[in-house]
Nanobody, 117 residues
């Protein structure tokens, strides 16, 4: 049974930083593509950042230069380092694990990030 557990969310002032973690279990973590998504109230869930099994990264334009996605396969963990946070970054952040070309697609329960102005 695949499980993804996020942590690291919280309340931070604008300009501050947070690091989200996503620990995976029940899966061969190293072959998963990992992604961080977010959903703000009244908005659709959007992809924030993704990292392939080979370490290639992509980011939504609004977070480029501020957020960094990484992974530690030895710890079955993906990270999202968020710097220079803005109020518009406020959302529930979700971790996702995928294997392209397959039906393998799992989500964590989400962690709330709130950025005050």
């Amino acid at each position: 049974q695949v499980q993804l557990v996020e942590s690291g969310g919280g309340l931070v002032q604008a300009g501050g930083s947070l690091r989200l973690s996503c620990v995976a279990s029940g899966t061969i973590f190293s072959i998963n593509a990992m992604g961080w998504y977010r959903q703000a109230p009244g908005k659709q869930r959007e992809l924030v950042a993704a990292i392939t099994s080979s370490g290639r990264t992509t980011y939504v334009d609004s977070v480029k230069g501020r957020f960094t996605i990484s992974r530690d396969n030895s710890k079955n963990t993906a990270y999202l380092q968020m710097n220079s946070l803005k109020p518009e970054d406020t959302a529930v952040y979700y971790c996702n694990a995928k294997r392209p070309g397959t039906s393998f697609d799992y989500w964590g329960q989400g962690t709330q990030v709130t950025v005050s102005s």
